[in-house]
């Protein structure tokens, strides 16, 4: 399973993004889907995730009101909106494949490559 992860970029301190993650051949779609996220010298931590059907929606503590996941089961894509960044948002974001259909901790199994998104102060 090729999970592709999207989106990241240099934006300003209350700006906005919005991260993709898809997935190709369709074998996560009755799987719950995160995000997670790296910053330099940190250990990844979770950030947030989506059930099969999007009826379940996780968030850290760090980013709620801030930051909305959501799902396209017709395009097979995630989504992250990030609105009202901050600097210390700044890390590699990273979206896995759960192995069940709600989101469990400690069971994403199936991990794409990161994009990297920067908040300048």
């Known amino acids: 399973v090729q999970l592709q992860a999207s989106g990241g970029g240099l934006v300003q301190a209350g700006g906005s993004l919005r991260l993709s993650c898809t997935e190709s051949k369709r074998a996560l779609s009755n799987n719950a889907v995160g995000w997670f996220r790296q910053a330099p010298g940190k250990e990844r931590e979770f950030v947030a995730a989506i059930s099969w059907n999007g009826g379940i929606t996780n968030y850290a503590d760090s980013v709620k009101g801030r930051f909305t996941i959501s799902r396209d089961r017709a395009k097979n894509t995630v989504y992250l909106q990030m609105n009202s960044l901050k600097s210390e948002d700044t890390a590699v974001y990273y979206c896995?494949?759960?192995?069940?259909?709600?989101?469990?901790?400690?069971?994403?199994?199936?991990w794409g490559q990161g994009t990297q998104v920067t908040v300048s102060s």
């Open positions: 896995a494949g759960n192995r069940f259909s709600v989101p469990s901790n400690r069971s994403y199994i199936y």
